[in-house]
């Protein structure tokens, strides 16, 4: 390589880097904590003064009132089956029910469609009803995909929301301004728990009971250590125990099951690189091993050569 070659691809790859990291540093400059917080105080939001004027709203019947209550998430026994696959995938909205039912029907029509038109109707007819069939049953693989991902990063970030719901509630806060602080700190490390815990905010502020507001995030995510924690904190509240005693408890608890749930994933690689080696590894190895024993037997026992 050149000297002129080298020292372009240098200057290519720098200014790469310095393009990249200025775009980075200002991305969470600019979604930071406090910058977040400065917007909303120079540009209130509505959400932010309807909270502010809640308790005038619940008095004298307004406009906003209705929009707020427009902004709550549908409760989970409202929605059907496919309501809730979607909601634990993340997309709780009504039009993600339509969009999936017409794909549903869509995609395996197009796709048999395609098929025949490209092979024809006698050789293409076999492989098109299998793209059917594989073109409806994809929209279902993919919720389903969505959804494990979710639920496991929601799984991941509950010991981080939980140990910040413990500082705030030994700080003196109360258990709901804990909840919106937690909302507002973990959206850029865990936004889908972010996202999650700021319908609890809105549902409580909009007049539902904090009880009523848990189970419906116990229901939305399918998790089972967010079923637990909705126990323990419903029981908290029936027995009136330390709140903060029992969100550090649970939190030592849900780390000490995604530490275990780690090395139980670590320990399964031994078995399945087992297959990787046996296709790819092994062939090679016998290949290179017993090659030049096979090339010289075949000479000395075929072509009579020594």
């Not at 991941?156 to 500082?167: H, R």
């Not at 003196?172 to 959206?187: F, H, N, P, T, V």
């Amino acid at each position: 390589m050149t000297p002129e070659l080298l020292l372009a691809v240098v200057g290519v790859f720098v200014t790469v880097a310095v393009i990249a990291s200025t775009t980075m540093s200002w991305a969470l400059t600019r979604n930071s904590p406090e910058k977040r917080r400065l917007r909303a105080i120079g540009q209130p939001s509505a959400a932010s003064s309807l909270v502010m004027n809640a308790p005038r709203l619940s008095a004298v019947p307004d406009p906003a009132l209705s929009k707020l209550s427009r902004m709550l998430p549908k409760s989970p026994k409202a929605m059907s089956q496919l309501g809730r696959r979607l909601t634990q995938a993340g997309y709780p909205s009504f039009k993600a029910v339509v969009c999936y039912s017409i794909a549903e029907v869509a995609i395996p029509a197009v796709v048999a469609l395609v098929t025949l038109i490209l092979l024809g109707v006698r050789s293409g007819l076999l492989p098109a009803a299998f793209l059917a069939v594989l073109g409806y049953v994809a929209p279902s693989f993919y919720v389903g995909y969505k959804a494990g991902k979710r639920q496991k990063a929601i799984r991941n970030g509950l010991p981080d929301a939980l140990d910040l719901l413990t500082v705030c509630v030994e700080a003196g806060s109360g258990l709901d301004q804990a909840i919106a602080k937690a909302s507002e700190e973990l959206r850029i490390a865990h936004p889908e728990l972010a996202v999650e815990m700021g319908f609890i905010t809105t549902e409580i502020r909009a007049g539902k009971p904090r009880s009523e507001a848990f189970k419906n995030f116990a229901r939305r995510t399918g998790v089972d250590d967010v079923r637990t924690l909705v126990s323990m904190l419903a029981q908290t509240d029936r027995f009136g125990t330390s709140v903060a005693d029992a969100l550090r408890v649970h939190s030592e608890t849900s780390r000490t099951k995604r530490r275990q749930h780690a090395e139980e994933r670590a320990n399964k690689v031994g078995v399945k690189l087992v297959f990787p080696l046996v296709l790819c590894l092994f062939p090679a190895l016998y290949v290179v091993c017993f090659g030049p024993v096979v090339v010289q037997i075949y000479r000395t026992f075929i072509d009579g050569q020594p």
